[in-house]
């Protein structure tokens, strides 16, 4: 009886370990793929605040980018001086 208490935890471990596996192992949407799905699902859209919207013209178009204070309070600060001082300003 004590050899089959022992075996039990090791095959609950082992089908935790499959289960986590089998899940990291579904594939995800491509950058390109959620891009195409959402540009035409509306519903997939939300508005973003405009003090926390990048705008950075580059050679190919314009890119938005959306700083989310609540996970880097400190770099989301530190890029909203720069950017408002001019520091990239002309830089490639």
Request: aromatic share 6%; charged share 20%.
């Amino acid at each position: 009886m004590d050899g089959r208490r022992r075996i039990i935890p090791v095959i609950l471990a082992g089908l935790a370990g499959m289960m986590m596996t089998i899940g990291f192992a579904l594939p995800t949407p491509s950058v390109a793929e959620e891009t195409a799905a959402s540009r035409f699902d509306p519903a997939r859209w939300r508005a973003v605040d405009p003090e926390n919207l990048l705008l950075m013209d580059l050679a190919n178009g314009r890119v938005a980018i959306e700083l989310v204070p609540a996970f880097a309070p400190r770099s989301v600060a530190q890029i909203k001086r720069l950017v408002r001082s001019g520091f990239y300003d002309g830089l490639s």
